[in-house]
């Protein structure tokens, strides 16, 4: 029998809050029961992005891999669509615990997120003691410094370079300006149903004087996001959610965590200091860092080496905590 593809698929569905997450499980052909994986993605994903990269190889590594949209994003249900707003998604991701916890064929279970997916998985094992351990590939580590750096990308075409990028204080004016619009267009949804929504991406850098209206512009960021525009990935978000988005922050959940912890980063992804940050706040010693200089951020996404290498990593980490 091949390496590859050892696996089936099924279609899924688990309640959340009142509405129904759709997603996909990667079923290992082998005889179970099976350690069982969630998968979470970056800003804005949808499953069929970064999560299926990730869930397909660790099924073939023996893993019942489960990837699923969020609320108001893709086949799942929820209103106001297109929703950017993390603390709805860890409540989807506990939501996806409980239904695989009540699967009779899952011996445990595992979070992998991506992106912004790997903070919020490092939170949510933080106060979910169901889970056995957690990786964090290419983090969105969320406090106010990575926030601005997110704003600074925008405006900028390096925001790694301190000597041409914005000022903190206009990285804060720039910021409270989106936040007011978002307060507007919460605002208008209150009193007349009505969403605004914007891009989510587009290739145009904006200007300290103006700014794009996109949630994340600028060419670095479209170089990954555009092709997927054309695959059927909805490129829009609803601006009142910047209001839940900003205001969300990882530093407490990580630095509460207890549970094996695998945190895979390098000096080009996105807030390396952060990254180093909330992984030394990690009160366990049991938690581990590789550090990848020469792999950027949206290589972990979906490059097959970056993501063969990095599944490797997970699953040598999972391996010596069952």
């Known amino acids: 029998m091949g390496v590859h ?23 290992p052909k082998s005889s179970g029961p099976h350690p069982g994986v969630i998968l979470l993605g970056p800003y804005s994903f949808s499953k069929e992005q970064a999560p299926t990269q990730y ?13 699923f949209d969020p609320r108001t994003v893709g086949e799942s249900s929820g209103q106001p669509r297109r929703m950017e707003n993390p603390k709805m998604k860890n409540e989807d991701l506990v939501a996806a615990i409980d239904w695989l916890s009540q699967r009779k064929d899952i011996s445990k279970i595992y979070l992998v997120g991506v992106c912004q997916g790997g903070p ?33 990308a925008g405006v900028c075409a390096n925001p790694f370079d301190a000597d041409t990028a914005p000022s903190t204080e206009q990285l804060e004016k720039l910021l409270e300006n ?57 490129n829009k978000y609803a601006i009142l959610s910047d209001l839940d988005h900003f205001s969300y922050s990882t530093v407490d959940g990580v630095s509460k965590l207890t549970k094996p912890a695998l945190v895979v980063h390098s000096d080009t992804c996105m807030n390396s200091f952060a990254a180093k940050r909330q992984f030394s706040s990690i009160p366990t010693d049991d938690k581990k860092l590789i550090w990848e200089n020469g792999t950027n951020h949206f290589q972990y996404y979906d490059q097959p080496d970056v993501v063969d290498r990095t599944v490797g990593n997970i699953s040598d980490w999972f391996a010596i905590h069952k």
């Not at 998985?121 to 990575?146: H, K, M, Q």
């Not at 929504?197 to 145009?204: E, H, N, R």
């Not at 103006?210 to 525009?229: E, I």
Request: hydrophobic share 35%.
């Open 55 to 67: 869930a397909t190889r660790l099924a073939d590594e023996g893993y019942f891999s489960v990837v």
């Open 178 to 234: 989106r936040l007011q619009r978002a307060r507007d267009a919460k605002k208008k949804y209150e009193e007349t149903g009505e969403v605004i929504y914007q891009p989510l991406v587009s290739p145009d850098l904006g200007t300290i004087d103006k700014p794009s209206s996109a949630g994340l512009p600028g060419p670095l960021v479209y170089s990954w996001y555009g092709p997927w525009t054309l695959k059927g990935w909805e």
């Open 120 to 152: 919020e998985s490092l939170d949510v094992a933080s106060y979910d003691d169901r889970v056995t351990a957690v990786a964090s590939i290419s983090g969105y580590y969320r406090d106010r410094e990575t926030d601005l750096f997110m704003i600074a």
């Open 5 to 27: 593809g050892n696996y089936s698929v099924e279609k899924i569905e688990f309640p959340s809050h009142g509405e129904t997450c759709v997603g996909v499980s990667y079923i």
